[in-house]
């Protein structure tokens, strides 16, 4: 049973530029959430989708913005990178239900130069 | 608004010693909570959670937590810590109003060294 999976695994960038990240959710699972962890600290919520909707969006700028296709996979697109973009860009999966756990994928570790 | 404080950055402690990494938590209704723990490059691995009935809970790799209402802590706890244990250990939480979603609101994390 495969995890949640995410690519690439690294990504280097200039400022200016565009990114997208991309990642195929836990067998089973239809919510797919993004979390920015800026190196030395915890994760921060970006937004979730459920249904191919954005559900629920955290404190971030319009440059942030994402997609879910029909299979649940997900992508997280960054317009504009600014040097602060520079984290690990975590997916996690989960079932709709309030009580379960989110699964995580292992990450892209994206520098902006 | 919910929130995660982890007051300590770091924890020391020898192999076969006790283990408690601390978290308070600050949420509008009713909180889950849950810990993750994180290795060197890698994701987020789900430790254990709470929802509700017995205060203490019970997870993977020895790990338990107890959850104390009155002090909205939910500290970590392992009787017996192992070299293996050294990670990065993170405090989320949810808050159970539905209005609210089922985004998780992280600490700052801890950082364990397990000394042989």
């Known amino acids: 049973d495969a995890g949640v999976t995410q690519s690439p695994t690294h990504l280097i960038k200039t400022r200016g530029q565009q990114v997208t990240l991309r990642c195929s959710p836990k067998?089973?699972?239809?919510?797919v959430s993004w979390y920015q962890q800026a190196l030395g600290q915890g994760p921060q919520f970006i937004f979730q989708y459920y249904e191919e909707e954005e559900r629920q969006r955290g404190n971030f700028p319009d440059r942030f913005s994402g997609h879910q296709f029909p299979n649940y996979s997900s992508e997280l697109n960054v317009n504009a990178l600014l040097l602060g973009d520079s984290a690990l860009y975590l997916c996690a999966s989960n079932t709709p239900g309030m009580v379960d756990e989110q699964f995580f994928g292992p990450g892209t570790r994206l520098t902006v130069l | 608004a919910q929130s995660v404080a982890q007051p300590e950055d770091q924890v020391n402690v020898a192999e076969g010693n006790p283990l408690t990494v601390k978290c308070t938590y600050s949420?509008?209704?009713?909180?889950?909570l849950f810990w993750y723990v994180q290795y060197p490059n890698r994701g987020l691995q789900f430790l254990l959670k709470y929802i509700t009935g017995d205060n203490l809970v019970k997870g993977s790799y020895g790990f338990e937590a107890e959850f104390n209402k009155s002090q909205t802590s939910f500290h970590l706890k392992k009787p017996s810590a192992l070299v293996s244990d050294s990670a990065l250990y993170f405090c989320a939480v949810r808050d159970s109003f539905k209005a609210a979603g089922n985004k998780l609101t992280f600490g700052g994390g801890t950082r364990v060294l397990v000394k042989p």
């Open positions: 949420v509008s209704g009713n909180p889950y």
């Open positions: 067998s089973g699972h239809d919510t």
